[in-house]
């Protein structure tokens, strides 16, 4: 059998059951409730650290080749238990997700276009050479999941439950291969607001074009831990210099590819005197980010200005900026879902980015029209209720 998956001028062609739908089955799900602890309240919800508090429960599915995958659990939320030799701990061979559960004003739950989600997940399992699954009646399970802990939703403002969704090599043998055998696994915690003023708090970035994220013919486009751990020196670096975002550049043109762990969009008027909101390409170098795509959607149907996927370069930003040309620069992606750019640390000189001095126009829209949507508070397919 043969499992086609495609990253823009990358595909990757696998052969073997593995890599086909494979057979999770939500109506085989084995739930075993134990409550144990409390919720944060509402009063300590906007102060909870992201990834410090975990809910009760996990969600747990097994895979072994020749066996496939076994009846999905939800357990109490604890320790797992692995050989030292499974080929996560050695050689990266896992994959996850992000994605995030909103309590609205009316006090129902709903996950922010989760398929796309699982479909991403889907498509790094497979570069992984990690099972493929279904990814509907995977996220069935997260949903069942969900209702047990629907009281680790916030109800504070602002807040949300997040959700990592994650799958890792287990089989206990030390070689550079396929892993036998598989764990999904997902666990939730609730997090407080990004912005813990309540407003926008502009970031300044290094972009120091040494480090480098991503290239032609990697795994940029993949959300694996591999492409996570390495940024992590780079990002310490940063804050030693006042900065609190890498902005990863590629190339002898120094093209921009991502800011920090978020996709960059930039507002400005191009050589044609058009106003533009323009992000980079999925050339291979960036992660199809769910926040960049909806936000482009979105964009599109405002028809406020072009809306396009286009490379553009530091040269690019500087000239715009010597030209007035430049209003606005932001990242996006789950976590923030819009981060405002007040600044770039380059060369040794601070670029200044006018995304305040403009009102933030771009930037605050993109982030109402998307929370709006995630909390409810406008009816949209993309917002899954977790009871329908």
Same mark, same amino acid.
């Given at each position: 059998?043969?499992?086609?998956?495609?990253?823009?001028?990358?595909?990757?062609?696998?052969?073997?059951?593995?890599?086909?739908?494979?057979?999770?089955?939500?109506?085989?799900?084995?739930?075993?409730?134990?409550?144990?602890?409390?919720?944060?309240?509402?009063?300590?919800?906007?102060?909870?650290?992201?990834?410090?508090?975990?809910?009760?429960?996990?969600?747990?599915?097994?895979?072994?080749?020749?066996?496939?995958?076994?009846?999905?659990?939800?357990?109490?939320?604890?320790?797992?238990?692995?050989?030292?030799?499974?080929?996560?701990?050695?050689?990266?061979?896992?994959?996850?997700?992000?994605?995030?559960?909103?309590?609205?004003?009316?006090?129902?739950?709903?996950?922010?276009?989760?398929?796309?989600?699982?479909?991403?997940?889907?498509?790094?399992?497979?570069?992984?050479?990690?099972? =493929?699954?279904?990814?509907?009646?995977?996220?069935?399970?997260?949903?069942?999941?969900?209702?047990?802990?629907?009281?680790?939703?916030?109800?504070?403002?602002?807040?949300?439950?997040?959700?990592?969704?994650?799958?890792?090599?287990?089989?206990?043998?030390?070689?550079?291969?396929?892993?036998?055998?598989?764990?999904?696994?997902?666990?939730?915690?609730?997090?407080?607001?990004?912005?813990? =003023?309540?407003?926008?708090?502009?970031?300044?970035?290094?972009?120091?074009?040494?480090?480098?994220?991503?290239?032609?013919?990697?795994?940029?486009?993949?959300?694996?831990?591999?492409?996570?751990?390495?940024?992590?020196?780079?990002?310490?670096?940063?804050?030693?210099?006042?900065?609190?975002?890498?902005?990863?550049?590629?190339?002898?043109?120094?093209?921009?590819?991502?800011?920090?762990?978020?996709?960059?969009?930039?507002?400005?008027?191009?050589?044609?005197?058009?106003?533009?909101?323009?992000?980079?390409?999925?050339?291979?170098?960036?992660?199809?980010?769910?926040?960049? $795509?909806?936000?482009?959607?979105?964009?599109?149907?405002?028809?406020?200005?072009?809306?396009?996927?286009?490379?553009?370069?530091?040269?690019?930003?500087?000239?715009?900026?010597?030209?007035?040309?430049?209003?606005?620069?932001?990242?996006?992606?789950?976590?923030?879902?819009?981060?405002?750019?007040?600044?770039?640390?380059?060369?040794?000189?601070?670029?200044?980015?006018?995304?305040?001095?403009?009102?933030?126009?771009?930037?605050?829209?993109?982030?109402?029209?998307?929370?709006?949507?995630?909390?409810? $508070?406008?009816?949209?397919?993309?917002?899954?209720?977790?009871?329908?």
């Amino acid at each position: 059998m043969l499992s086609t998956v495609k990253f823009a001028r990358r595909s990757f062609t696998f052969i073997g059951s593995r890599y086909a739908s494979t057979s999770i089955q939500a109506d085989r799900l084995k739930v075993k409730v134990d409550h144990r602890n409390s919720p944060p309240s509402e009063t300590e919800q906007p102060n909870l650290r992201f990834g410090h508090t975990f809910s009760d429960h996990m969600l747990k599915i097994a895979w072994k080749d020749g066996q496939g995958w076994g009846a999905p659990q939800i357990v109490p939320y604890g320790n797992l238990s692995l050989s030292p030799a499974a080929p996560a701990l050695h050689y990266a061979v896992e994959c996850f997700e992000g994605v995030k559960a909103y309590r609205g004003d009316d006090g129902r739950v709903r996950v922010f276009r989760p398929l796309e989600n699982m479909r991403r997940m889907s498509n790094s399992c497979k570069v992984s050479m990690l099972p =493929d699954f279904d990814q509907e009646e995977v996220l069935k399970c997260i949903k069942e999941l969900l209702r047990v802990d629907r009281n680790w939703v916030p109800s504070a403002p602002d807040c949300s439950l997040y959700i990592r969704p994650t799958v890792i090599g287990t089989e206990p043998h030390l070689g550079v291969n396929a892993s036998g055998e598989a764990l999904l696994y997902v666990i939730t915690c609730p997090v407080g607001p990004y912005f813990k =003023d309540g407003g926008f708090k502009p970031v300044r970035l290094l972009a120091d074009p040494k480090y480098v994220r991503a290239w032609p013919g990697g795994l940029g486009a993949s959300k694996l831990g591999s492409n996570y751990g390495p940024t992590i020196a780079p990002q310490k670096e940063a804050e030693a210099l006042g900065c609190t975002q890498i902005l990863w550049l590629f190339g002898p043109d120094e093209q921009i590819t991502e800011v920090g762990t978020m996709n960059m969009f930039m507002f400005w008027i191009n050589k044609n005197n058009e106003r533009e909101l323009i992000t980079p390409p999925l050339n291979g170098l960036i992660l199809p980010g769910v926040t960049r $795509r909806s936000l482009l959607e979105l964009a599109e149907q405002w028809g406020e200005c072009k809306v396009r996927e286009g490379e553009f370069t530091m040269n690019d930003i500087l000239e715009a900026k010597a030209e007035n040309r430049l209003m606005e620069m932001f990242g996006a992606g789950t976590a923030c879902v819009v981060s405002p750019i007040g600044s770039i640390l380059y060369r040794g000189e601070v670029i200044e980015i006018p995304t305040m001095d403009t009102g933030a126009h771009m930037a605050r829209k993109c982030f109402k029209e998307l929370t709006d949507i995630q909390f409810g $508070r406008v009816p949209h397919p993309w917002a899954m209720d977790i009871d329908e």
